[in-house]
């Protein structure tokens, strides 16, 4: 699986932005997709995870109602909808995927990663 993120930006804080997975290979339907960030200087830290059919998710307090993860398998397409975003959201975010069946918030388990795109919130 290989993946692209888009739709990075430069945004106030208060305000909103939908970021996009693109997945090529015909067996996306069939991972776990999370999303993950990371700022300068710190670890990578882990934003959103949804299952295979979308119908379950999982978020850390720190997104938890701001954040919605969503995947559409038939177009090979994860996204992450942000909301209220805060000048601590801004990081590179990195869209991941997992063949495991449960959902991790563990970078380690994901087999596959995107390039990632800028998210850059201001004060």
């Known amino acids: 699986v290989q993946l692209q993120a888009s739709g990075g930006g430069l945004v106030q804080a208060g305000g909103s932005l939908r970021l996009s997975c693109a997945a090529s290979?015909?067996?996306?339907?069939?991972?776990?997709m999370g999303w993950f960030r990371q700022a300068p200087g710190k670890e990578r830290e882990f934003v959103a995870v949804?299952?295979?059919?979308?119908?379950?998710?999982y978020y850390p307090d720190s997104v938890k109602g701001r954040f919605t993860i969503s995947r559409d398998n038939a177009k090979n397409t994860m996204y992450l909808q942000m909301n209220s975003l805060k000048f601590e959201d801004t990081a590179v975010y990195y869209c991941?995927?997992?063949?495991?069946?449960?959902?991790?918030?563990?970078?380690?388990?994901?087999?596959?990663w995107g390039q990632g795109t800028l998210v850059t919130v201001s004060s």
């Open positions: 290979g015909r067996t996306f339907s069939r991972h776990v």
């Open positions: 949804i299952s295979w059919s979308g119908g379950s998710t």
């Open positions: 991941a995927a997992s063949q495991r069946i449960a959902l991790d918030a563990r970078p380690a388990e994901y087999e596959y």
